[in-house]
């Protein structure tokens, strides 16, 4: 494969992942919040249920790790769930398609890589159905409610990372939060002949900054600590120019380690934590952690991951949880300049009066022209 | 090899974009959004004003439909109609020069009854001669004499209808149609339309054939029966006026006389009634002959406009009393929005889906609720638009029923607008 022809397979994923809003997993819990926090793991590390994310260079976590690129090479990550919600009673199926994350790195220097890309910070995505019985002008009219929004809030990050030593790696990173969601509001009423159908249509625009560090320190030759810290100021929702909500954005923090067991095993682990909380009234901080496996040669390895923790928004004074596990593989062509990774995640979500599974199939594309 | 498998990947990855289902049934208030439809009902008292009756629109004689009825107590109405001339002398072959007079051998008159009342009993139609040069000036008094001594014939509707439906082969290729007839020579058929057509067969003396008039005729029709002596005639303005063929002869020169018809219609019809249309006072008229029609101009109140969505919209009129007419009897009042407020000369939007209509009984007072749902929600969003409606009856000039409503100047009962709306949903806050 030439050069070119990779630089356009590239540009041609590129392009087609640019109309569509970049949104990550949905999630009904996210509704009466914020939204649903993304993901920040590329699909090598979501084959590890995240456990890799903190050392992946294409997982939008941690800046310190784009230090180990050293060519210009891109990552897109592709989604596609289907996710069924069961509230008890009451019941539904979704499906969705997300591109929630690209990445572009390259070194400028023998010891400085940038980085820039986005990824989705919260998804914004969801609708609900809601039928009722109420009173207009002294008689019961049945209505139907349809209330969807439809976007995201985007990360965009500009990343610096350096090797300061041979052993220990920093990274910096700036993060402009921005996006925008299409927002319905519609009441059909069953007699639709008295009873015209209230449509109310809006785009809210969201703005935001944030800053992150990290370090990654190599204490062996199979052994790597990483830790990072993020703090994002507030999230700004506008609509038509005015300012309709501002919120706190958490400020985080979190962890990894892996370990090179072998050639071809490596194990890592890694937690999160952050403080949702100035979020509104439904969110709760959130810890969460992740652990995986790596097996088979670099050139198609094997993954595998569990993950578990905390969702940051859902009703009640205890934050909903979620449990996953994780399967993927990758494969390596062209000579290691391209490569195509696949996962498979299955995660449940639990909370006051609703239990959420979701099937999520991932698609990545790596190349390194 | 390889770029085209990228290829097919990229085309994957764009249909996997494609496919969404987002919408689930929502479980509120945990797992639905903050925000709510909240639905108001608001009757707006103020927002009607500046209301006013003009009249004149159109007269009796350009009306769709000629009312005819003998309501004891309520109205007296007569259907008036002059048919046009016809040539007195004929060439008797092709090519002559010369003419020869023609000698009317008698006259079939033809008319539509496009509605009555089915629950009449022992209905007539009196037919009656009318001097000629009858027009729109002509008053109910002034044709009191010919409906006096002028009766021309006479028919039984009520049992015309019952009679046996004639239709051997005869009288299907003569006709057309099955018929209903009399021994008097009435003949009645069903139209298309379910409306009936009633012709009278006349002889010398009942259609007087007078050359120097070239055979112009006129006439009038009067209703009478046991109870709801009420019908409506069709008119030149919709197509369905009357007509009267003659049967006429002529001298031949080399044969015997030769037998010929001639059809003609109306060059004019009307009704007269009484009593008169009362004059115009403080309410608000709608219908009757002369026209009436009300402006009523409305403020759209700024909720509407900046924060709200319109699901309903009632305009609320209280008439002044009943309307007299014949019991069972209704007529249409439209509200149809202006497209410039210029008083009583306002031109009328054409585009009747924004029309209010509401159909009318006689004899009853009850409060009249016209939606408007359309067109509110229309000048809500438009706040270029004249915000004004006019009132009409529909059609117009075909009724001596008029319809009179409280206007402002009567505080307690004035047009009042009765409005749901959804307020404007809060988007943006979880």
Redesign the interface.
Known sequence: ?TRA?LC??TL??LA??AP?PVRGQ?S??G????GTPGRWESVRARGTAGAFAPFDAFSPLLEASVADVRRVSAGVT?A?SWRT?D?GN??????????PAFMIAGPISSRITVAGGFSTYLDR??????RDT?D??GNPEPVT??????GAVTDLRIAVAARVHRRLALGFAIHGLTGSTR?S?I?R?DDST???????R?E?AYHGLGGSASAMLDLTADLRLAAWARSDTHLR?D?RGRT??D?DLPFAFGGGVRWRAGSEAVLAGAVAWRSWTG????AHDTFNWSVGTELGSPVSPVRFGVRGGQVA?G??PKAPTEFGISAGIGKQ??GGRGR?DFALERLERKG???TERTWTFL?G?TVRP | M??KR??R??VL??L????????????????????Q?A?V?TIFTDIIGRDSAFTGYLEAHQGEVLQVADLPGIADSRAIFQLNAIPTRVRPDTGDTATVPITVDSARLRFNIVRRDTNATNLWVKLYRLPLGIDSTTTFAQLLPPFADSIVDSVNLSDLLTRPQIFDTATLNFWGDTIQTDSAGHVLQVAQDSSLLLLFDLDTTQARYVETDSGKVAYGVRVSGDSLASMVLGSTEAGRGATIVWFFNYPDTTATPKNSTVSRGSIFDSFVFDPPTPPLDSNLAVGGAPATRSLLRVTVPAVLRDSA????ATLILVPVGPIPGAPGDSFTVVARPVIADLGAKSPLNPNTAFDGVKRIAMNTADTVRI?L??LI?GWALDTTAATALMLGQLPEASSFSQIRFYSTRTPAFKPTL?V???R???????
């Open positions: 494969m022809s356009l397979a041609g994923t087609l992942a569509s949905d009904q819990f509704m009466r919040g914020l592709t596609t919600v509230f009451e019941s539904g199926s979704l499906r969705g398609s997300r591109f995505t969801f609708g609900v159905t809601t109420i207009v002008r409610d349809q209330v969807t929004s439809d927002v509001a009441r009423f008295t009873y015209r159908t209230s449509t109310a809006d809210i929702a609509i309709v909500a919120d979020g509104g009234l439904n928004f009703p009640g062509f062209s195509l006051t009066g609703l698609l594309l | 390889l770029r990228l290829s990947l990229a990855l764009a996997a974009g494609c496919t969404e289902q987002i919408t689930a049934p929502g479980v509120c208030p945990d797992y639905c959004p903050g925000g439809i639905v009902d969505d319109v699901v309903r939606e749902t359309d929600r009765q749901t709306y959804v404007r949903y809060a988007f943006g806050t979880p």
